[in-house]
């Protein structure tokens, strides 16, 4: 009926990475930081529950 990838996700949903992506400890001179939401480029604000997310996260320099 309804195509899906792979993955078992419909086509629409798109994760940023899956918590397995993320290692148990940051890589040196990198701290990971979550937020709600995320500002493109053009000004236009994602949030994580609009994709069905907490927050995304991403790693910053310390």
């Known amino acids: 009926m309804g195509s899906k ?6 086509p ?6 899956a918590d ?3 290692p148990e400890s940051p890589p040196p001179g990198k701290t990971l ?4 939401y995320i ?3 053009n000004g ?8 069905g997310l907490k927050a995304f ?3 910053v320099n310390a």
Do not use: E, H, N, V
């Not at 990838?5 to 419909?10: A, F, K, L």
């Not at 629409?12 to 990475?17: E, I, T």
């Not at 236009?44 to 994709?51: E, G, L, Y």
């Open 33 to 36: 930081i979550c937020r709600p």
């Open 20 to 22: 397995k992506d993320i």
């Open 39 to 41: 500002t493109l480029r």
């Open 57 to 59: 996260c991403f790693y």
């Open 12 to 17: 629409d949903s798109k994760k940023l990475f």
């Open 44 to 51: 236009q604000r994602i949030f994580a529950a609009q994709r």
């Open 5 to 10: 990838t792979p993955g078992g996700d419909p």
